[in-house]
């Protein structure tokens, strides 16, 4: 792909969204693929926590701690995008991008489709760097990272679209990545394609908006925004995926799979557009700071906006590095009861359940009590209708596992050892807590590089 070429022919580069979380539905992907003559599909696969879990999977075994929806996409998505020359770019290399894209070239053999060549973006893991900073500031807190450290899983720092142009500049048709910023994965190609510098700030913020468009694929088209009779959205179990339409001057337009389900439109652009942006003149990537203040929305053609007006400021000299740390469990138990007095009964189950874990010495640091239709989102008015039926929830969180089991055991023990009439508890559940948090690291510091499996 010639960038002086692009340039001067003024073509588009259509950018598709394939993925916005590691569960998403894949059905959309492959539709857009098949449909959408796109030139570059992405898939975002990494939450906060995401890494931190992918690493303790790393721990375990070697070979895993890559994106486990990786096997699943590359099967559905490889055959179509190998016969369109459609490059796939994505983070699902997560903790172990190389054995993420050792994977995937299995997954291709295995397809009959030859030995694929798979771009690897590596230096998102600073660990080791970040360990021997004990005084790093956390910053949700303030407190030094040294208070973590004793139990720190992970250290990633979010990496902008610069190395992504690197793999990308490779010709590999697949690049994967670990820890990157959401919308440095779209912004990447543009940059590949039309040859753009962070010195291009008008268009490095045109790309980061329509980057935060698209990371949460269905949001921009429809899924997030409907809401009955209010926010109607057509066609929601048949809902598209969306693409960019990106030219060399930054002029980028939105759209989605053709007839497909949802809707793309001002309204729904300009929901996702506010999605987790805390300070809208000020949200820091690793690429830019952009304001969206002045963003305009304009629908083009039906499910077609055009986005016009996003300014930026240089990037910062540092990156943001999300801190992964083991905080104990949670455990978790439900139980159900119905017809007369269900409320007043579960209530009960809730305060015997309390006293029992209290005789038997456990205590929680926190600990939460839920009747699920009723408190469980917005506490106890004791305003609202008395319901025919509740399903009570009980969950603690301790440093202590015995004490996580003993919580679900008790709940589950109501079938016999509490008020009339419970049923359908489930058994009881533990969950590791892996929090996290945040700092700051100079730039200088961390080394990204890129490393090819296969060959090119």
């Known amino acids: 792909m010639e960038n002086e070429a692009s340039n001067m022919d003024g073509r588009t580069v259509r950018i598709g969204s394939g993925a916005g979380t590691s569960d998403d539905r894949m059905t959309p992907a492959l539709e857009?693929?098949?449909?959408?003559?796109?030139?570059?599909?992405?898939?975002?696969?990494?939450?906060?926590?995401?890494?931190?879990?992918?690493?303790?999977?790393r721990s375990r075994d070697p070979g895993k701690g890559y994106s486990p929806s990786l096997h699943e996409r590359m099967r559905m998505m490889l055959p179509v995008c190998?016969?369109?020359?459609?490059?796939?770019?994505?983070?699902?290399?997560?903790?172990?991008?190389?054995?993420?894209?050792?994977?995937?070239?299995?997954?291709?053999?295995?397809?009959?489709?030859?030995?694929?060549?798979?771009?690897?973006?590596?230096?998102?893991?600073?660990?080791?760097?970040?360990?021997?900073?004990?005084?790093?500031?956390?910053?949700?807190?303030?407190?030094?990272?040294?208070?973590?450290?004793?139990?720190?899983?992970?250290?990633?720092?979010?990496?902008?679209?610069?190395?992504?142009?690197?793999?990308?500049?490779?010709?590999?048709?697949?690049?994967?990545?670990?820890?990157?910023?959401?919308?440095?994965?779209?912004?990447?190609?543009?940059?590949?394609?039309?040859?753009?510098?962070?010195d291009d700030l008008p268009k490095i913020a045109q790309g980061t908006a329509a980057g935060h468009l698209l990371e949460c694929t269905a949001s921009v088209s429809g899924g997030c925004f409907g809401w009955p009779g209010k926010k109607d959205v057509p066609d929601m179990a048949r809902l598209g995926y969306p693409f960019a339409d990106v030219r060399s001057d930054g002029s980028i337009s939105i759209g989605k799979t053709p007839d497909s389900g949802g809707r793309v439109d001002v309204m729904t652009c300009t929901e996702q557009q506010i999605y987790e942006i805390h300070d809208p003149t000020n949200y820091i990537t690793p690429d830019c700071v952009l304001d969206i203040t002045r963003i305009r929305f304009t629908q083009e053609a039906q499910d077609r906006v055009r986005v016009e007006g996003a300014m930026a400021r240089p990037r910062t000299d540092m990156y943001k590095v999300t801190v992964g740390y083991t905080d104990g469990y949670i455990g978790e138990g439900e139980v159900s009861y119905g017809g007369i007095d269900a409320v007043a009964r579960a209530k009960w189950a809730a305060d015997i359940v309390k006293e029992r874990l209290r005789l038997r010495g456990f205590t929680y640091e926190d600990f939460r009590v839920d009747l699920i239709g009723i408190s469980s989102l917005h506490g106890d008015t004791g305003d609202r209708p008395e319901p025919y039926e509740v399903r009570l929830r009980m969950a603690g969180r301790t440093p202590d596992r015995r004490a996580a089991h003993a919580l679900g055991f008790e709940v589950r023990a109501m079938h016999l050892n509490g008020p009339g009439g419970a049923g359908g508890a489930c058994e009881p559940r533990i969950r590791d807590v892996l929090a996290v948090k945040s700092l700051l690291l100079p730039r200088e510091l961390v080394k990204p590089q890129v490393v090819v499996e296969g060959s090119l």
């Open 32 to 57: 857009l693929a098949e449909r959408g003559e796109i030139d570059y599909l992405v898939f975002e696969c990494l939450a906060e926590r995401t890494v931190a879990r992918e690493n303790l999977a």
């Open 82 to 198: 190998i016969e369109k020359r459609i490059r796939i770019v994505s983070n699902m290399g997560a903790a172990n991008p190389i054995g993420g894209a050792r994977a995937a070239r299995r997954e291709a053999r295995e397809l009959g489709l030859g030995d694929i060549p798979v771009a690897v973006v590596l230096g998102d893991d600073v660990s080791a760097l970040v360990r021997s900073r004990p005084e790093l500031t956390l910053l949700e807190n303030g407190e030094p990272l040294e208070s973590l450290l004793p139990r720190l899983v992970s250290a990633n720092a979010y990496l902008g679209a610069d190395v992504i142009c690197e793999a990308l500049a490779t010709g590999a048709p697949i690049v994967l990545t670990g820890r990157v910023a959401d919308p440095s994965l779209f912004l990447a190609p543009m940059m590949h394609e039309f040859g753009w510098s962070y």
